[in-house]
């Protein structure tokens, strides 16, 4: 762990004064970094170029942490390809990283080999499982979750959590197909899904059984070839809405429309093939 100090210029980022910058190039100063961490001050941990291997869960405990790829100046899209977190071949029991405070994690790829049972079986970043409603607050953008062949099913696993906002980020099989790019169940609320590009996956985003809410807004987002919303007849109060998909409008949710309505997902403004 090396802790960054001189000037950053203003236009680059927004930092609060008293933040300290961190920077991690492997397992143990990624770990430490987090550690070390104020809470609630916004210090941040630059993720280097390169990938950073990990044997168990990182944990992301402390609030309002920023987690940030280094910009090596490429497409924001694929920032993530060089700035990754990814298990190491015997660590299949958990996703990569684990969040439980409001916290935001930009520019970073994620890659695990979960092959347990959990609902969560496969995601490579858990956002709660708590079976709380934290993380209040958190913020995922500007990440790629390839599953690269390995074990992961899943991008995001979403549980218990609120007010969180996923943007911006790509979800891809490479090689063989996501079962899901974001899966959500819990005590949720307020949950903001937009702009993200999913190729390669069978579900974009993935509902499972919810004690409250979601209230999720799920909003122009493109979806190649698989389902925009798979609510496994889940009953989930969400907008869906102006989101691409390459298929017709029939084929690109678990159930028709009027199914899904009467579950509580409403919708506006989505575009199908032509």
Known sequence: MTVIAGAIRGNDWKINPTATIYRATDEASLIAALAAATAGVGDIVLIDPGGIEVSSTVLVTKSRVRILGTDVGVNPLVRGEYSGIFAAAGFTDGPVMKVSVPCEIGGIGFAGRDTGALFFSGASLLLGGDADANPFGAWIHDCRFPKWGLAARIGIGVEGSSDVLIEDCGFEGVGSALAVGIYVQGATQNITIRRN????????????????????????NVVEDGLI?????????????????????ASSYDASVGTLQ????????NHYTE
Do not use: C, K, M
């Open 197 to 220: 590009h999913f190729r390669q996956v069978t579900a974009a985003i993935q509902y499972g059984a919810f004690t409250s809410g979601p209230h999720a807004i799920i909003d122009r």
């Open 229 to 249: 919303l798979d609510s496994q007849a889940n009953t989930a109060p969400s907008f869906v809405i102006d989101n691409y998909s390459e298929l017709a409008a």
């Open 262 to 269: 009467g579950q509580g997902i409403q919708f506006a403004g």
